[in-house]
């Protein structure tokens, strides 16, 4: 996305690839480093979600490097593909039926669904072109209480929701429950690289 633009201006208008409207684009994550933040959140339109998307999904990223330009009419134009906006929602990871881009989720705080702070994302796992797990560094005070490494695995699947404001990731479930999970051991196992 050129610099021309600013979320501020592109807020609340359609997004069209070619003459399909693809959804509106309602914001991005509040973030202090604007270098992290590399995709704008879109309210996808219903049609377009049953069609490119596996499992439809009411809101998903967009990169900002795929803004071309704002039509006469007031939208906004995408200089790719519907085809290439099908590969990169493949690329997301699902949380509480809303897509989400890696860059939406690296250096995020992660809790637990006790509220207790975790740690913070640092990377993904991926096994078979699927994101698998959030890497998280945790807290020392977390290492400590439950002899964790330096960096942990935590399932994609235990991940409940996002906060907007606080730029979170709460689980589904309590710390002491994760470390117990057959997905988080697995993920955690020296043989889990694939």
Same mark, same amino acid.
């Given at each position: 996305?050129?610099?021309?633009?600013?979320?501020?201006?592109?807020?609340?208008?359609?997004?069209?690839?070619?003459?399909?409207?693809?959804?509106?684009?309602?914001?991005?994550?509040?973030?202090?480093?604007?270098?992290?933040?590399?995709?704008?959140?879109?309210?996808?339109?219903?049609?377009?979600?049953?069609?490119?998307?596996?499992?439809?999904?009411?809101?998903?990223?967009?990169?900002?490097?795929?803004?071309?330009?704002?039509?006469?009419?007031?939208?906004?134009? !995408?200089?790719?593909?519907?085809?290439?906006?099908?590969?990169?929602?493949?690329?997301?990871?699902?949380?509480?039926?809303?897509?989400?881009?890696?860059?939406?989720?690296?250096?995020?705080?992660?809790?637990?669904?006790?509220?207790?702070?975790?740690?913070?994302?640092?990377?993904?796992?991926?096994?078979?072109?699927?994101?698998?797990?959030?890497?998280?560094?945790?807290?020392?005070?977390?290492?400590?209480?439950?002899?964790?490494?330096?960096?942990?695995?935590?399932?994609?699947?235990?991940?409940?929701?996002?906060?907007?404001?606080?730029?979170?990731?709460?689980?589904?479930?309590?710390?002491?429950?994760?470390?117990?999970?057959?997905?988080? !051991?697995?993920?955690?196992?020296?043989?889990?690289?694939?």
């Amino acid at each position: 996305m050129s610099d021309e633009y600013r979320i501020q201006e592109l807020l609340e208008r359609d997004v069209y690839v070619g003459e399909t409207r693809v959804g509106v684009i309602t914001g991005e994550r509040f973030h202090p480093r604007d270098e992290l933040v590399r995709s704008m959140r879109i309210k996808v339109a219903d049609d377009v979600a049953e069609e490119y998307m596996r499992k439809p999904a009411e809101f998903a990223p967009l990169s900002k490097e795929l803004v071309h330009s704002i039509l006469p009419g007031g939208g906004v134009k !995408l200089s790719k593909s519907m085809r290439e906006l099908q590969r990169r929602w493949r690329n997301t990871v699902r949380i509480n039926e809303k897509l989400y881009a890696p860059d939406e989720l690296l250096d995020r705080a992660v809790l637990d669904n006790d509220g207790v702070d975790l740690g913070n994302v640092t990377g993904m796992v991926k096994i078979k072109r699927t994101y698998k797990g959030l890497v998280v560094q945790p807290h020392y005070i977390v290492r400590s209480r439950h002899g964790l490494p330096d960096s942990i695995v935590v399932p994609v699947a235990q991940l409940a929701r996002t906060t907007a404001r606080l730029d979170e990731i709460i689980l589904r479930c309590s710390m002491k429950r994760l470390v117990t999970l057959p997905s988080f !051991l697995k993920l955690n196992s020296e043989d889990s690289e694939e």
